[in-house]
């Protein structure tokens, strides 16, 4: 089967710069969260746990929409070609 080229995205991604912004307030809200000197250690290992999964899940629904949007532009070029 013929592969069609794909219409590159159109515009600024809006949704993707949103996904960017949250990564970089994880950042920065847990750089403020940071345990101090003789705090119990678990309390490092749950920031990070929750700091990484957070990032994770971000960048999963990047990819989501990243697909979705690809699906869209494909959908798009075959009802102009039907």
């Given at each position: 089967?013929?592969?069609?080229?794909?219409?590159?995205a159109e515009g600024f991604d809006?949704?993707?710069?949103?996904?960017?912004?949250?990564?970089?307030?994880?950042?920065?809200?847990?750089?403020?969260?940071?345990?101090?000197?003789?705090?119990?250690?678990?309390?490092l290992l749950a920031l990070l746990?929750?700091?990484?999964?957070?990032?994770?899940?971000?960048?999963?629904?990047?990819?989501a929409h990243l697909k979705q949007?690809?699906?869209?532009?494909?959908?798009?070029?075959?009802?102009?070609?039907?």
């Amino acid at each position: 089967m013929r592969q069609e080229p794909i219409a590159p995205a159109e515009g600024f991604d809006w949704k993707g710069a949103g996904y960017l912004v949250s990564i970089v307030s994880v950042l920065f809200l847990g750089s403020v969260a940071w345990p101090k000197p003789g705090e119990p250690r678990w309390t490092l290992l749950a920031l990070l746990a929750g700091m990484g999964t957070s990032m994770i899940g971000m960048a999963m629904r990047y990819v989501a929409h990243l697909k979705q949007q690809k699906e869209l532009r494909r959908a798009k070029a075959q009802a102009r070609k039907s």
